[in-house]
């Protein structure tokens, strides 16, 4: 799987919304993008994907620039239960290789009351 | 409906004991996962299980690591004669195809070796 590029930590206010970003450079024409998180003591949870469009859900948004180089995960109004790990990861479809996935470093998101 | 559960939540050994690790996928999923997570580490991918084609273990750090799943459904994970390093939290995942769109994980086990 192509690399991506987080930032280690964000913050943000609760109420309002938040922007995570990642950067894949080398993203390849057939490479979903994935955006897991991970709570306090828990296991990772799913979040959303896209692969050209923007996509939405009900707990995100996911914008995708339209090189495909990066993209940023929005949580249109954060609550104390978005702090998390935040991770975006990219699956390519099946092709012989494993199909785990590859979790970087992902982004600490820090809410304020 | 009912998620991946996984068993034990935690489990104590001592150094070069085996211990086996289940995970109960979710019902209808055909793809299973194992990863683990080491304090302060990321995930890092372990197996991976497809229907009835054989696991893919390229992500086994050693022999000493062996997974099984029968009848498509339950696994187990297996690491004989555990070392220290092979404390972490292990974290079963589990999905509707090969290349699904989202993986379901189960609340991992807590390995210590001591």
């Known amino acids: 799987d192509a690399k991506t590029t987080q930032p280690n930590s964000m913050e943000s206010n609760e109420e309002e919304p938040v922007h995570l970003p990642c950067n894949h450079s080398t993203i390849s024409g057939t490479d979903y993008i994935h955006w897991y998180r991970q709570l306090p003591s828990q296991g990772p949870e799913y979040v959303i994907h896209?692969?050209?469009s923007n996509v939405n859900n009900r707990m995100a948004s996911l914008a995708i620039a339209e090189d495909r180089k990066s993209s940023t995960l929005i949580l249109h109004r954060a609550t104390l239960r978005d702090a998390a790990v935040y991770y975006c990861i990219l699956r390519a479809p099946l092709g012989g290789g494993a199909d785990g996935l590859t979790f970087g470093k992902g982004t600490h998101l820090i809410i304020q009351p | 409906g009912a998620g991946v559960s996984q068993s034990p939540s935690n489990k104590v050994t001592e150094k070069g004991k085996d211990v086996e690790l289940r995970c109960d996928p979710i019902s209808g999923h055909t793809a299973l996962y194992w990863y683990r997570q080491s304090l302060g580490q990321g995930l890092e991918f372990l197996i991976y299980?497809?229907?009835?084609?054989?696991?893919?273990k390229s992500g086994l750090p050693s022999d000493r690591f062996s997974a099984e799943r029968t009848g498509g459904s339950v696994s187990t994970l297996t690491i004989q004669r555990t070392q220290q390093e092979d404390s972490a939290v292990y974290l079963c995942?589990?999905?509707?195809?090969?290349?699904?769109?989202?993986?379901?994980f189960g609340p991992g086990t807590r390995l210590t070796v001591t």
């Open positions: 896209g692969l050209t």
């Open positions: 299980f497809q229907g009835n084609s054989a696991p893919d």
């Open positions: 995942a589990s999905s509707l195809g090969g290349f699904s769109y989202e993986q379901y």
